[in-house]
């Protein structure tokens, strides 16, 4: 691990709970990827993982911010859902999907209690899945709010919470 925060990260994500939320939405949604990562201006640190797809994230490793769409989720609190990047006008093109080579994804906002940001509720696929269903967003969401329920009771060190101006990063922005 890189350093104590990141150490701290991967602490809080060491909960039977997590883990299972982390399943149970791979199962529902039929991903193969499934993580919760803390998300901050300059870093993305995977707090817990479900990795069905060998996508090689393990709690604690970190992705390059500027790499992620959960860096587009930070800036603007809101969930992105994209069901089928080869077809999509926007993504189909875009650097991130094809980095990852994911054809599937969602990443949502956690924000605790206090409401401030902690990171992203992510689900990834190599696979087409249909995800942007309004009652498969409602469910996703869902999940996202308990995983933020579970960090809130955890000591959580700060970071910034601050939403700047969202990019236009296209796709599904679910309000």
Not at 50 to 61: M, V
Request: glycine share 6%; aromatic share 6%; charged share 25%.
């Amino acid at each position: 691990m890189r350093d104590e925060f990141a150490k701290q990260v991967v602490e809080q994500g060491d909960d039977d709970v997590i883990r299972l939320i982390l399943a149970e939405l791979c199962n529902v949604t039929r991903m193969g990827f499934a993580a919760v990562a803390r998300v901050t201006e300059e870093r993305w640190i995977a707090c817990q993982v479900e990795d069905r797809i060998e996508f090689g994230l393990d709690p604690g490793d970190e992705l390059n911010i500027k790499q992620t769409i959960c860096d587009d989720i930070r800036q603007c609190g809101q969930a992105i859902v994209i069901d089928e990047v080869g077809i999509d006008p926007v993504w189909r093109t875009h650097p991130i999907p094809m980095l990852y080579g994911f054809e599937s994804y969602a990443s949502l906002p956690i924000t605790l209690d206090d409401g401030s940001f902690y990171g992203t509720l992510c689900v990834l696929d190599p696979e087409p899945r249909a995800l942007s269903a309004k009652q498969t967003v409602e469910t996703l969401m869902q999940y996202a709010d308990r995983v933020a329920r579970i960090l809130s009771r955890k000591e959580v060190p700060p970071a910034n919470s601050a939403l700047d101006a969202c990019p236009a990063a296209g796709g599904a922005i679910a309000d």
